[in-house]
């Protein structure tokens, strides 16, 4: 197995390109799945694009935790690592963007009422945020450097894997409500969008679970 922690320390000239295509495929992600939610609904406002936002961002941040792994996991994808920082910080401006239009554009999310309604949700989102806030934070040579590189790395691991987790429990809470209405009527035909988000959430966890046991058993057989 390679070491993949020289391919997060690649100092790239073009860094300006991969920050532009990290952007470009989260327009990507957002147009596919605001397309989806007007097939399943045959409506778009904005509330549905905020959905399309959320999602957005998941599979953005999803991508930049698993990016690691997956390289690790498949050497094919060497060379996609790369991307995972600005796939991070993408996906933590469409978590910002949704947060925004949640509390001051949508009029069915009245706060603070809301938030007593759905404590569990709220909680565990904010607690993501936080995560997520400290994540885009810390991702910088000047914390690498001040808090030295094994530290630094396992805060940004645990920090994301957490953030991911406490997403994938607001997730839920939030819509599992939905999801069991949709499982009895099936209507619409087509699932609801979070569905494929919890989805993606557990594949990511599976992804991360299988590299960490594939490197215990590389550093036993190492020892032998």
């Known amino acids: 197995m390679k070491n993949f922690n020289e391919y997060d320390r690649i100092t790239n000239n073009n860094m300006f390109k991969i920050a532009i295509k990290s952007f470009l495929f989260s327009l990507l992600i957002f147009i596919l799945s605001s397309f989806y939610l007007f097939l399943r609904r045959w409506d778009y406002n904005l509330y549905i694009a905020n959905k399309s936002i959320a999602t957005t961002a998941l599979f953005l941040l999803g991508l930049s ?56 949700s709220f909680i565990f989102g904010t ?43 607001h997730l839920s809470v939030l819509k599992y409500g ?9 209507d619409p035909i087509l699932p609801p969008l979070s569905f494929f988000g919890i989805i993606f959430i557990v594949f990511i966890f599976i992804l991360q679970i299988a590299a960490f046991i594939s490197k215990k058993k590389e550093t036993l057989y190492d020892l032998k």
């Open 65 to 120: 935790l698993v990016l690691g792994s997956f390289c690790y996991l498949f050497s094919f994808a060497d060379k996609k690592l790369i991307y995972r920082k600005w796939l991070g910080i993408t996906g933590f401006i469409f978590v910002i963007i949704h947060i925004t239009i949640s509390a001051f554009f949508i009029p069915r999310f009245q706060f603070p009422d809301w938030i007593f309604k759905h404590k569990t």
């Open 127 to 169: 607690s993501a945020f936080i995560l997520f806030l400290i994540m885009a934070i810390l991702s910088n040579k000047y914390f690498e450097n001040k808090l030295g590189e094994n530290l630094w790395r396992k805060i940004l691991r645990y920090s994301g894997n957490i953030g991911f987790l406490f997403i994938g429990i």
């Open 178 to 186: 939905e999801w069991v209405k949709w499982s009895k009527t099936l």
